[in-house]
């Protein structure tokens, strides 16, 4: 007797999603320090002021030009993993929500969102 063939196996769930994006910009500008994050407290490893500090967010601006979709993903995905740090440096005051997405995305909004 031949053996049936197998039903394919479909499934509906998605596997665990990846870690979020790994913070490497702004890329540094001449010899000095890049103001990118320090991680696990998200304070900007030049200048030590939460990130994204005012030079990070102007560098992220230009490297992102005409792309702020891609921005917006960026700093979503460094949210996202700075809710998880912060979370897990002082569980018992965690981030607000609100002061952690105006902090990362508020800023980077723009009115046009088409690409140029
Ligand atoms: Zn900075």
Same mark, same amino acid.
């Given at each position: ?12 769930? @998605? *596997?665990?999603?990846?870690? &979020?994006?790994?913070? #490497? ?8 320090? !890049? $103001? ?34 891609? @921005? *917006?993903?960026?700093?979503? &995905?460094?949210?996202? #993993? ?8 002082? !569980? $018992? ?24």
């Amino acid at each position: 007797m031949a053996d049936a063939p197998r039903p394919t196996v479909i499934t509906t769930r @998605l *596997s665990p999603p990846d870690r &979020g994006p790994h913070p #490497e910009r702004p890329s540094a500008t001449g010899s000095g320090v !890049p $103001h990118t994050p320090l991680r696990p407290m998200w304070c900007c490893r030049a200048d030590g002021q939460p990130w994204p500090c005012g030079e990070a967010r102007l560098l992220l601006r230009v490297e992102y030009d005409g792309n702020p979709i891609g @921005l *917006s993903i960026y700093l979503a &995905g460094l949210m996202y #993993e700075a809710m998880r740090d912060l979370y897990h440096l002082n !569980p $018992h005051d965690a981030p607000d929500p609100a002061a952690l997405f105006t902090r990362f995305l508020a800023w980077s909004r723009h009115t046009n969102l088409e690409p140029r």
